[in-house]
């Protein structure tokens, strides 16, 4: 097995670009936390066979945890199921949440990577995202993190919108304001950095302040600019862009995001946690109040879907286009057979053309001027039965 996720889902406040489930009130953090230890013992069986390589932090916010409550749920996992020696154990963290204190006692923890939600490295950029940390904390926690953690992933986003001018100007300057953040970030000698296009949701903050005319709307171009630079910039300064929204130094790639993307089996642990065990996939209540009283009555509160052959073609599709390992083709004609194999070759022969993707050695990958779209090209490659 790839590893057990735990999805800690209280926030300070909303960020407004946010559709993740959290709540931000904490009054029922402290049972939360004995629900998620629950949990993590209600589903031992589930992976009897099965070694656990990875254990992720994610939300919500987990750094509003204390390090008692972290510890506490890392030796229930180790009190439950079998561990793998030296573990990647991720924490994702807030500036806001990381002071020289925390993070000293978060190094004294069997936490050996943090995951900081930085996203961008200007004051505008983090209020109009409604961020509860300013520019300052961002570089502070940073100076401080390095100096007891080797492994450190930040959060950058682009394609967001320059509020202070308009037209073609904006755009430039806005180019140049994405520079000196990916320039800001490479200061700090980071060997992990995840970037995301700002990506309007329907029922969040962003959705509104952009419908009554409060922010611009972001657009396409300007994301796709960004990312060039992006990979460009990355690549030049030695990382691996070994997904399409992740680029690690050598030895420094995800383990546990890796493992998802290569189909690896995992459980989700807490409130809209998601598990995988290569044939079915299942998903816990988005509801915090609803979670709780299921698992005190020892109820496990999740929905299961058994996915077709179909629909693993086509989550393989999606994940491999995004990564570096590309799809085997091989892998296609053993697993799912004739059928998806000559379809793929037939769908694809359009985007090869258009030289979006190439074939070498077998495996279909996109090309550089390709990677951008994969979303778009593998939902044109998705088999529907």
Same mark, same amino acid.
């Given at each position: 097995?790839?590893?057990?996720?735990?999805?800690?889902?209280?926030?300070?406040?909303?960020?407004?670009?946010?559709?993740?489930?959290? =709540?931000?009130?904490?009054?029922?953090?402290?049972?939360?936390?004995?629900?998620?230890?629950?949990?993590?013992?209600?589903?031992?069986?589930? /992976?009897?066979?099965?070694?656990?390589?990875?254990?992720?932090?994610?939300?919500?916010?987990?750094?509003? &945890? +204390?390090?008692?409550?972290? $510890?506490?749920?890392?030796?229930?996992?180790?009190?439950?199921?079998?561990?793998?020696?030296?573990?990647?154990?991720?924490?994702?963290?807030?500036?806001?949440?990381?002071?020289?204190?925390?993070?000293?006692?978060?190094?004294?923890?069997?936490?050996?990577? &943090? +995951?900081?939600?930085?996203?961008?490295?200007?004051?505008?950029?983090?209020?109009?995202?409604?961020? *509860?940390?300013?520019?300052?904390?961002?570089?502070?926690?940073?100076?401080?993190?390095?100096?007891?953690?080797?492994?450190?992933?930040?959060?950058?986003?682009?394609?967001?919108? #320059? /509020?202070?001018?308009?037209?073609?100007?904006?755009?430039?300057?806005?180019?140049?304001?994405?520079?000196?953040?990916? %320039?800001?970030?490479?200061?700090?000698?980071?060997?992990?950095? /995840? !970037?995301?296009?700002?990506?309007?949701?329907?029922?969040?903050? &962003?959705?509104?302040?952009? @419908?009554?005319?409060?922010?611009?709307?972001?657009?396409?171009?300007?994301? =796709?600019?960004?990312?060039?630079?992006?990979?460009?910039?990355?690549?030049?300064?030695?990382?691996?862009?070994?997904?399409? +929204?992740?680029?690690?130094?050598?030895?420094?790639? +995800?383990?546990?995001?890796?493992?998802?993307?290569?189909?690896?089996?995992?459980?989700?642990?807490?409130?809209?946690?998601?598990?995988?065990?290569?044939?079915?996939?299942?998903? $816990?209540?988005?509801?915090?109040?609803?979670?709780?009283?299921?698992?005190?009555?020892?109820?496990?509160?999740?929905?299961?879907?058994?996915? !077709?052959?179909?629909?693993?073609?086509? %989550?393989?599709?999606?994940?491999?286009?995004?990564?570096?390992?590309?799809?085997?083709?091989?892998?296609?004609? =053993?697993?799912?057979?004739?059928?998806?194999?000559?379809?793929?070759?037939?769908?694809? @022969?359009?985007?090869?053309?258009?030289?979006?993707?190439?074939?070498?050695? $077998?495996?279909?990958?996109?090309?550089?001027?390709?990677?951008? &779209?994969? #979303?778009?090209? *593998? /939902? #044109?490659?998705?088999?529907?039965?």
């Amino acid at each position: 097995m790839s590893g057990i996720y735990i999805h800690i889902p209280f926030c300070k406040q909303a960020c407004n670009y946010c559709d993740f489930h959290f =709540s931000t009130s904490m009054k029922k953090k402290d049972e939360m936390v004995l629900a998620l230890a629950k949990e993590i013992q209600m589903r031992k069986n589930e /992976s009897e066979n099965e070694v656990v390589e990875t254990i992720y932090f994610g939300g919500g916010t987990p750094s509003v &945890l +204390s390090s008692e409550q972290i $510890n506490f749920l890392i030796a229930e996992i180790y009190n439950n199921y079998k561990v793998i020696d030296n573990p990647e154990i991720t924490l994702e963290a807030n500036p806001d949440d990381l002071s020289e204190e925390r993070i000293i006692e978060l190094s004294k923890s069997p936490i050996n990577r &943090l +995951s900081i939600g930085i996203q961008s490295f200007f004051e505008d950029d983090l209020k109009m995202m409604n961020r *509860a940390h300013d520019a300052k904390e961002a570089k502070k926690c940073l100076e401080i993190a390095t100096k007891y953690f080797d492994n450190i992933s930040l959060d950058l986003i682009y394609g967001v919108p #320059d /509020s202070s001018q308009n037209g073609e100007q904006a755009q430039q300057m806005s180019n140049e304001k994405w520079k000196q953040n990916i %320039e800001t970030a490479l200061s700090f000698g980071i060997p992990h950095i /995840s !970037s995301y296009a700002l990506t309007v949701e329907p029922k969040t903050a &962003l959705n509104k302040l952009i @419908q009554t005319g409060k922010i611009a709307e972001p657009k396409d171009e300007v994301a =796709s600019a960004h990312f060039m630079i992006l990979v460009e910039t990355l690549e030049a300064n030695g990382f691996i862009h070994y997904e399409l +929204s992740n680029f690690g130094k050598e030895n420094y790639f +995800s383990k546990n995001n890796s493992a998802y993307w290569l189909g690896k089996k995992y459980i989700g642990i807490g409130p809209s946690a998601h598990s995988y065990d290569g044939i079915s996939r299942s998903w $816990n209540i988005a509801n915090n109040p609803l979670y709780l009283k299921s698992i005190q009555e020892n109820q496990l509160p999740k929905e299961t879907e058994v996915l !077709s052959v179909a629909d693993r073609y086509n %989550e393989y599709i999606m994940t491999g286009l995004r990564t570096i390992w590309g799809v085997s083709l091989d892998r296609i004609q =053993s697993e799912f057979g004739q059928i998806y194999f000559d379809y793929l070759l037939k769908q694809a @022969q359009k985007f090869l053309a258009d030289e979006l993707l190439f074939i070498e050695n $077998n495996i279909l990958k996109p090309t550089s001027k390709g990677k951008f &779209l994969t #979303d778009g090209i *593998a /939902s #044109d490659l998705f088999y529907l039965s």
